[in-house]
């Protein structure tokens, strides 16, 4: 499969493709991800995860994510989880998120790749 292919695949793709390095810059941004977190793919490309991290989040996530990175796995393979997270207009919306760690064909960690969707409606509609 060629590149245009796997850009094509990444694009298209209905929900948010989020995918950051080991240091947690981001890499992939499609465009279901400016949808749903309002950041342009050339705003969020190349910025740390933080963008999309609520304040009060950011601590328990980098430790989360360094530890993922460090082990190459994660306990929530395989489940979506509701979160908090920024929207560029600096709300607070909720996201299904589910990730994995990405490993190259050496077996190394080279970061993590995300899919997310606005569940802001359907949560708040919960809650009341």
Do not use: C
């Not at 992939?28 to 995860?49: D, H, M, P, Q, Y």
């Not at 991290?53 to 190459?72: C, D, F, I, S, T």
């Not at 560029?88 to 990730?99: K, M, P, Q, R, T």
């Amino acid at each position: 499969m060629n590149d245009e292919f796997m850009d094509s695949l990444i694009e298209q793709n209905p929900d948010a493709m989020i995918f950051a390095d080991t240091e947690g810059t981001i890499r992939v941004w499609n465009v279901a991800a400016e949808r749903v977190f309002g950041f342009t793919k050339e705003e969020a490309i190349g910025s740390n995860l933080d963008i999309i991290v609520p304040q009060n989040l950011r601590k328990a996530h980098w430790r989360g994510y360094e530890q993922a990175m460090q082990r190459g796995e994660t306990k929530y393979v395989g489940k979506s989880l509701p979160t908090k997270s920024l929207h560029a207009d600096g709300s607070v919306i909720y996201v299904e998120l589910s990730f994995s760690i990405i490993l190259d064909s050496a077996k190394n960690v080279i970061g993590a790749l995300s899919s997310a969707r606005d569940i802001t409606t359907k949560y708040k509609e919960k809650q009341a």
